[in-house]
Structure formats: structure tokens, C-alpha cells
């Protein structure tokens, strides 16, 4: 019995087993001392995407990697996905500190571009088709990253997060921080969280990242207001008004513009979860048609 239960091995490892998430050492300054991990799929496109994802408060590399179906994609369309992880602050990203709310000044941010970085060198990825995506801690995150590296991130979509910068004054941004007001839905002008993003790299006047928004309307942990706020910002930032909403099923999209570089999906009946919609998500960055 041991050689035909062998060869049933060998034949699931030929037909379902792809490549593996592999842990990156010594990727470039890393300030936080953040860890790496990477997706290669075997057969990688010419000059492949990027897509960075991060994990939410109590996660790792391993559960986000399992969290979406994006690894199945990368083996489809040959991108490469980062997964950083955090060990500090229960496993949230330190959105609320001035480093990463500051280009090249540190903080996680830092460590999260000197990943994208290694992989664009050693894998000859495509600079300018960089994106990052997040749910949660991992969305908040995705709004910081967009604003402090707009001339690194092409797009940027956050699941259940705030806007960049919302945390900045509070001593962290963790479920068990005493001062949740950010995630309550704190409110600002759309000109207040634009020059939030402007003050986040002064003097830069390149292209911005297209920003998709998606939020559920029964969180109550990070608020759905979060969503209109960073709806606001994003706005303000891309310069680009709300032309039309078109609502399909549970979820109602917010068009800016004409949808290409501002959109909010917001969920009816959907609380703090991981509503990520793979096709919808990669069409959003240009990575499927
Ligand atoms: C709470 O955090 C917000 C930012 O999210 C900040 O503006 C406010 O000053 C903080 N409140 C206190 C009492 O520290």
C-alpha cells in the first residue's frame, strides 16, 4: 500500500501544490524591525505587478496569505504579492506614528517599501505597477502608505480602514487603545485630510494613487463614517467630485470622477470583515481586464 498512497502524493504535489509563501531576511532598513514574507508564483509575468497586503489587527503573514484568494490570482496572472507582518502593538501597523506619516522617515511604512524595493531588484518587477491593499489595521495602513508614498504606490485599496493620518495624536491604533475617536468616524474638512496627505511628503507634486474605499455599513469597530472620511480625503487629494452611485445588490459603488481613480463600495448588512472581491479588486488596479 505505501506505493500507490506515494504516487498519490506525488500526483497532488504535480496538480494542486504552486509555489509557497517564503520568509525575505535583510530586505534593506527596516526601522520597526517588521518581518517579510513573499508569494513567487511559478510562472511570474514579463516585468511582473506588485501587490502589497497587509494583514489586520492579530494577524500574520500565514492567516492573510490564507485571507483572500489573491495567491490563486498571482498563480493565474504571474504578479508577485508581499505580505509584511507586524509582531508589535498586538499585530497592528503603527498608523498614528509621525515616522510612517512622513516620506523616508521611518516606521513600518519605511520597512514596507524597502520590501517593494527588494522585489522590484530581484525579481525585475514593474516600478510603476506597485499597488497595496489591507483590511482593517492592514486598510489603515494601505491610506498611510498612499500618502506618504504616492511616487511608490500606483493604487491603493482599503478594506474597513481610516484615512491617513486619522490615528496622528493618538498613543496607538490598536482595539485596545483608550482613545478610539479616529475609529468612532472623526470628521475633518476634505481640504483638512487633503493637506494631511500634502504635509505627508512636502513638495511633491507627481501623480497620486487611485484609491478604492470598501467599508462595511454594520462596523461598528471602525466605523463606516471612516469610509466617507476617507472618501473626503482621497477626493480632495485626486481633485475629483462624486458623479453618480450605483447600488447592485448588498453594495452601493461611489463613482468620483469616472470611476477610475476614486471608488467606495459600501456594504448594506456587512459588518467588520474581509469583503474583498479578488476580480473586482485586481480590474480596479489594471491587473485584469
Ligand atoms: C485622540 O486621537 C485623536 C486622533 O485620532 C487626536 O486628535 C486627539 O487629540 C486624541 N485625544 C486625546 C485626548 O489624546
Not at 233 to 250: A, C, E, F, H
Request: net charge neutral.
Amino acid at each position: 500500500m505505501l506505493l500507490p498512497s506515494l504516487f498519490g502524493l506525488a500526483t497532488m504535489a504535480s496538480s494542486c501544490l504552486a509555489a509557497s509563501l517564503q520568509q525575505v531576511w535583510n530586505f534593506g532598513s527596516n526601522p520597526t524591525n517588521i518581518n517579510m514574507h513573499i508569494y513567487v508564483p511559478d510562472r511570474l509575468a514579463n516585468k511582473p505587478p506588485i501587490i502589497v497586503a497587509l494583514h489586520p489587527c492579530g494577524g500574520n503573514a500565514q492567516q492573510w496569505f490564507s485571507g483572500t484568494r489573491l495567491p490563486q490570482y498571482a498563480d493565474r496572472h504571474g504578479f508577485i504579492l508581499i505580505y509584511p507582518s507586524t509582531p508589535h502593538m498586538s499585530n497592528c501597523w503603527d498608523v498614528q506614528n509621525p515616522a510612517s506619516l512622513t516620506h523616508g522617515a521611518g516606521g513600518d511604512a519605511l520597512g514596507i517599501v524597502s520590501m517593494v524595493n527588494y522585489a522590484i531588484d530581484r525579481y525585475g518587477a514593474d516600478r510603476d505597477r506597485v499597488y497595496v491593499m489591507g483590511f482593517s489595521s492592514g486598510g489603515m495602513m494601505t491610506n498611510v502608505l498612499a500618502g506618504s508614498y504616492p511616487d511608490v504606490f500606483e493604487a491603493g485599496a482599503a478594506y474597513s480602514g481610516v484615512p491617513h493620518a486619522c490615528f496622528l495624536g493618538a498613543p496607538a491604533a490598536t482595539p485596545f487603545s483608550p482613545n478610539q475617536t479616529c475609529a468612532q468616524g472623526l470628521q475633518k474638512t476634505p481640504e483638512e485630510w487633503g493637506n494631511l496627505v500634502r504635509n505627508s511628503y512636502p513638495g511633491y507634486n507627481g501623480r497620486r494613487p487611485r484609491m478604492q474605499i470598501t467599508h462595511g455599513l454594520n462596523d461598528w469597530l471602525v466605523r463606516p463614517q471612516c469610509a466617507y472620511e476617507s472618501l473626503k480625503q482621497w477626493s480632495n487629494v485626486l481633485g475629483l467630485q462624486l458623479t453618480r452611485q450605483v447600488t447592485s445588490g448588498q453594495w452601493t459603488q461611489h463613482i468620483y470622477g469616472d470611476g477610475t481613480k476614486l471608488v467606495g463600495y459600501l456594504g448594506q448588512g456587512i459588518g467588520h470583515e474581509p469583503a474583498v472581491n479578488e476580480e473586482q479588486l485586481l480590474r480596479f488596479f489594471g491587473i485584469i481586464n
